[in-house]
Each structure stands twice: as C-alpha cells, then as structure tokens.
C-alpha cells in the first residue's frame, strides 16, 4: 500500500471511530435515552464533535492530502483509494475554516435542539422553538462563509452537501416540471369522491401482530437481521455503523395500519443500501450511500413504486389477512390497493400519498431558499408556512404543530435536505422504468421472488458507496443522468390509470 495513503488512513481510523462514536448517541437520543439526557449528553457531544474535528482538520492530514494529490501519488493508488482521497480532501476544504470552538457550540447546540423542537412540538408552540432555530441558522450562514466558496450562494453550498452538483438553477427546474402535472393530477383526483372507502384502516389494530407482521415484511424484501436491528422511535429513520451493523426503527399507531408498514419498507430499502456497500471501503469515509438523493431512492424504490404495487402485494395480502382476519374479512386485494393508494392533499408530509408528497417537497424548499436568500425574521416563518400550504395544496394548518413545527430537520441543522425527498422519488422512477426494460419486473414480485431486483441495485448503485456519484451511477446503468421526466411519467401513468382517468 501506498505509505502516505497508509499514514492518512490510520488517522482517518481514528475520525470514523469518532464519528461512530457520535451516530450511536444519536441513534440512542432518538430510541432508549430518557427525555431530560440532551441537557448533559450534550456536553459529551460537544466534546466528541470537537475530538472528530481536530483529528480530521489538522495540518499532519492536510500535508497528507496534498502529497497523495500529486501524479506519482495518484498513479499509485486503485479506484477505492482514490475516491477516499478525493472524499477527504473535499470535507478538508469545507471545514477547514471552522474555528474548532465554534464547531463545537455548533454541535452542541444541534443536540440541544431536537428536544427543545419536541417539546415547542408538543405545545404547538413555534415561540418556544423560533430562538435556537435562529441560532442554527445563523451557524450555518457563517459556516457557509468560512467555506472559502465566495462564488457560491449559502444555500447552493447547503444543497451540494446532500446531492453534490445540484444548486438552485436545477431544483426550480426540477420542481417547475413537477408542480404542474401533480397540481393537475390532484385536481382530478379531488374529483373522484367515492375513489375507495378506507375506513378499515383505521379499526384497531393489535400492535404486536403489526410488530410481528413488520418484521416478516423487512426480512421479506430483504433486511438482513445478522446485520441488522430494528426499534422503536417517534419517527422511523435508518442510521449505520458500518455494513454489517445497520440500524432501522419504525413507529406504531393502535388506529392505523399502513402507517407501520409503508415506514417499515422505507427504512428497509436504507437499510438494504448500507448493508450491500462493499467490505472493502466500509469504515472508511466513502462507505457510506452516495448521496441522501440516491438513498431515498432505494428508500421509495421499495416503498412507493414496488411497494405499493399489486404485483408486490399478491403475495404478501393473503399474510396479512392473515394475522388481521377481523379487520380485514371483506377487503380484496384491489380494494386494498385502491387503499394504499389514495391520493388526498393533507397537512403532514409524513403521512401524505405519493402524489402530493413532492408539494411538501416544494413548500419547504422553497422557505429554505427565503431563509438563505432574503433576509427573513424567523419568528415570521409559520405565516410563510401556512401561506404556501393554502397556495399549493388548498388547505392551511389550524396550529404550528401541524404546520412549521412538524419536521425534526431543520433542528439539526439539515437545511438543504428536503430536496432529496423528490429527487429521490425521480430517481426511483427513473430506474423502474430502467429496470422494466431489462428484467420481468412484475413477475419477479408476484412470484414473490425479490432477490433479482434486489441484487441488480446492489451490484449497480449498492456496493459502490460514494466511490460514485448519483449521476455518475445512473449513466452507467442507463446512459442517462438524473431526468425528472420519468417522474411526471410515472405520477401520471399510476394515477390516470388507477383513478381511472381522461
Ligand atoms: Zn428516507
């Protein structure tokens, strides 16, 4: 091995230990740690934070980084090393500005936030919230200076951390694809009162049988249990230490059946995509899905385009009829389909259909983009908020809980994530309609027989990790890049035909 590669790993060990060290306590504030931990836990984080960030910006990692730029250098290392080189180089230079101690109250704070979001959440109150979001974001308004990219806007910077090439300019082009057809596609769907009556839902339903029905469903399209766990949190995400430990949760409500199931199927697909990244880069800073972009596009891939298909539940219903053969005695397969499909505009993004979902997309994008852009009061942000929800969806929150207070994002810091949400969502049509062409799709799911879909997104985006980007993987599967044309394609197909539709 090259020996100056071999010098910047063993101090790059030591980073990714911090980090791992940094995702279990997050992982533990979200599931097990008492409500009152954060107020102490949050001195240990800062500390940690502090430990990651000296160990990786320093000038022993900076000499490093540059020798290993050299040509003789480069020509000495394969394809992975590189990669982890040029991933290095580039958090180097985004943080190398940051004083240390303004990193570490910056972490502090973030850790801080999330309970103090829960409990403004709680009371519905964004007054309580509205101080410390304004501290975050005046954070990342000044990190986004130190990151020596005066050419570049604040929030494009934001944007490129979670989908590297992407800014402003190509989101509102995106986004103006998108807005018309949903907006068109609702309104006729609005029209269809008696679509399907979707009551059964709502029957009580025992929440150990959902639990054990969950779990079938993950093991069924593919989480691996020896390096996998499942529990319980407010709102179900997916967190990794490396391959082979690879953490989900999932929520349960008593009066709701799909809510469980459809969050277990996501946090399956981000499950499955960390769990196939290739042994030989995991533990590094490239072992890791490539962007949050292509992550949810496994997410959805399973969640919304296979899983809320007919083809994948011709199997699966007759279980879950099964383990629910009250509730569920005069339900159909097509009935429940119509179900699971429904598509009415409504105030919380977590629980809104696939077609209205990239409107919540759009609204918070576009507050992100007020908020980086102009100068805004935040205390002025839940007015803007109910504003765009009556402007786009037709309907305004009665509370801020319902309304501004409802995501957990912007509390640790994640402004420029939402996007990702959509782009997901057309990358997973894109490669559907990719993957349609090269194999028996529909077959394979109603056979019940994941591992070929399964295995084609492991040996095409999975293994890789960020060795690749997400257009760089979707040229050499399709010989396209990003095109959201084939989401507009695919809201339309779906719904024209199951609301049956002009
Ligand atoms: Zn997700």
Not at 45 to 51: A, D, K, P, R, V
Not at 111 to 129: E, H, L, N, P, V
Not at 314 to 319: G, H, N, S, V
Not at 451 to 463: A, C, D, G, Q, V
């Amino acid at each position: 091995m090259n020996k100056y590669f071999e010098q910047l790993m063993k101090r790059i060990d030591k980073v990714m230990a911090f980090q791992a060290a940094l995702t279990l306590f997050e992982w533990d504030a979200e599931t097990l740690a008492p409500e009152e931990s954060m107020t102490y836990t949050s001195k240990t984080i800062g500390i940690l934070s502090n430990e990651y960030f000296t160990n990786l910006i320093n000038d022993d990692v900076k000499k490093l980084i540059q020798k290993l730029s050299e040509e003789k250098e480069q020509k000495d290392l394969n394809f992975n090393q590189k990669a982890i080189v040029k991933d290095i180089k580039k958090s180097f230079k985004e943080m190398e500005h940051i004083p240390p101690a303004e990193y570490q109250a910056y972490s502090e704070l973030t850790a801080k936030a999330s309970g103090i979001w829960s409990k403004a959440r709680q009371k519905k109150c964004f007054t309580d919230y509205s101080p410390t979001l304004e501290e975050i974001i005046y954070y990342l308004k000044k990190f986004a200076g130190y990151r020596g990219r005066k050419d570049k806007k604040p929030y494009d910077i934001l944007l490129d951390d979670f989908e590297e090439g992407f800014n402003m300019e190509k989101l509102d082009e995106f986004f103006n694809k998108i807005k018309d057809a949903v907006i068109s596609l609702l309104k006729e769907v609005a029209g269809k009162k008696d679509f399907v009556d979707k009551s059964y839902n709502y029957l009580h339903y025992d929440i150990d049988k959902q639990k054990e029905f969950c779990k079938y469903v993950s093991g069924y399209v593919g989480f691996d249990f020896n390096k996998g766990v499942i529990a319980e949190s407010a709102h179900p995400f997916t967190t990794n230490i490396h391959n082979h430990d690879v953490r989900i949760t999932n929520h349960f409500h008593e009066n709701n059946l799909e809510s469980a199931i459809f969050s277990i199927i996501h946090e399956s697909g981000h499950g499955i995509y960390e769990m196939h990244i290739d042994d030989a880069i995991t533990q590094t800073p490239v072992g890791t899905g490539t962007s949050m972009g292509m992550h949810e596009s496994q997410s959805r891939f399973f969640e919304n385009i296979i899983g809320r298909s007919k083809a994948f539940w011709t199997p699966l219903f007759p279980k879950l009829k099964e383990t629910f053969p009250d509730q569920l005695k005069d339900i159909t397969l097509d009935h429940f389909i119509k179900g699971i499909n429904k598509a009415a505009p409504g105030l919380i993004r977590t629980e809104a259909d696939e077609l209205s979902y990239s409107l919540h997309i759009m609204i918070r994008y576009e507050i992100e983009k007020i908020i980086f852009e102009d100068e805004i009061k935040t205390e002025d942000l839940p007015e803007i908020w109910n504003e765009k929800y009556k402007e786009y969806l037709g309907i305004e929150p009665k509370d801020d809980g319902e309304g501004i207070l409802q995501d957990i994002h912007w509390a640790g810091g994640s402004f420029g994530y939402f996007p990702s949400y959509a782009i997901g969502s057309a990358i997973a049509a894109q490669i559907y309609y990719h993957m349609k062409e090269i194999m028996p799709l529909e077959e394979y799911l109603t056979e019940g027989n994941l591992t070929p879909i399964r295995e084609y997104l492991n040996t095409h985006i999975h293994k890789y990790g960020k060795t690749k980007n997400t257009n760089e993987l979707l040229k050499e599967m399709m010989d396209e890049e990003l095109n959201a044309d084939y989401y507009v394609k695919y809201l339309t197909e779906k719904y024209k035909k199951l609301y049956d539709l002009n």
